[in-house]
């Protein structure tokens, strides 16, 4: 009925109007309906044109549609400050997630003491009949990290 505040409208003029803003065509079956409806609630007037009836808002039906389009904009307003707030809080859960992972690899002891008995082991005489068990170790390794990342 926002089209009424504009100007007045046939019943085919107001299908019209709805199908170019909402992309949905009503049926006349559900428009004529809904404007005998609001004339008996007195939101509406109709009146003949030639041979089309004209359908306008009365003072109470301005009042009305005024009504519910500050609504409908209050509304849309406590929506996308809710999207805003839902935007920060993905924003904020990233970024901990991200301060997670980088304080998991500075201060992972773990780590460190890998590459340390790496480093030794390496370093040792004895390095050649260690190697395949070594390989071994660091192959298993590698697939678990591996399907961790599944």
Do not use: V, W
């Not at 009365?58 to 307003?77: H, R, S, V």
């Amino acid at each position: 009925m926002e089209g009424l505040l504009k100007e007045d409208m046939s019943g085919s003029e107001l299908i019209c109007f709805i199908d170019e803003k909402t992309g949905e065509r009503p049926s006349p079956g559900s428009i004529y309906p809904m404007l005998k409806k609001m004339s008996d609630k007195e939101f509406i007037l109709s009146k003949k044109e030639n041979i089309k009836k004209k359908y306008s808002l009365t003072k109470k039906g301005k009042k009305l549609i005024e009504e519910l389009i500050k609504e409908k904009e209050g509304l849309l307003k406590h929506c996308k400050r809710i999207n805003n707030l839902k935007s920060e809080f993905e924003n904020e859960k990233t970024k901990c997630i991200d301060i997670e992972k980088a304080e998991f690899l500075r201060n992972s002891d773990l780590i460190e003491e890998f590459r340390n008995n790496l480093t030794s082991i390496m370093q040792q005489t004895n390095f050649k009949k260690k190697e395949p068990e070594l390989r071994k170790i660091l192959k298993e390794t590698n697939k678990k990290i591996r399907e961790l990342k599944k």
